[in-house]
């Protein structure tokens, strides 16, 4: 089974915005709490998300509290990857495909909050630091690979 899941780069004046991610809300029964990691922000499609846009306005309003958000373009590349066997099993799919998209932030910074525990930081990097930002090497990858399409005068 495959986890389906959108995300976003979010650009803002020559940065983007990372989540630090502190727990794992995708297994219903518990949360599992996790050494913190920097990512972008995504999340799982849900049975009432009409559309993949419309899912990725609620993940962006859940993990960063704001609904300020343009989405630009749907991004050539997904980032894909497999759970570790003993999380596999407690959530029943083998791995997850995000579909990622390129957002712009058009607030000015006082309504970006997590809603939810999952996330307990959010932070602005310049371009030149994400990949060294980034925790996971599939999602390091990512960035190689879609950085240079992404506009550097936002």
């Given at each position: 089974?495959?986890?389906q899941a ?28 996790i050494p ?119």
């Amino acid at each position: 089974m495959i986890r389906q899941a959108v995300g976003a780069v979010i650009v803002s004046k020559n940065t983007i915005l990372l989540v630090h991610k502190v727990k794992i809300g995708a297994v219903k029964t518990e949360d599992i709490t996790i050494p913190g990691e920097w990512d972008f922000p995504k999340g799982g499609l849900e049975a009432d998300d009409v559309d993949l846009e419309s899912a990725l306005l609620r993940e962006l309003q859940e993990e960063t509290g704001s609904t300020n958000y343009e989405i630009l373009s749907q991004l050539p590349e997904k980032i894909c990857f497999s759970f570790p066997p003993a999380l596999a099993a407690k959530l029943g799919l083998e791995r997850q495909e995000t579909t990622m998209f390129l957002v712009r932030y058009c607030g000015d910074g006082t309504d970006l909050q997590p809603n939810d525990e999952e996330i307990d930081q959010l932070a602005f990097i310049p371009f030149a630091e994400i990949s060294e930002k980034l925790t996971h090497q599939d999602t390091k990858d990512f960035w190689a690979k879609i950085h240079t399409l992404l506009p550097t005068d936002q």
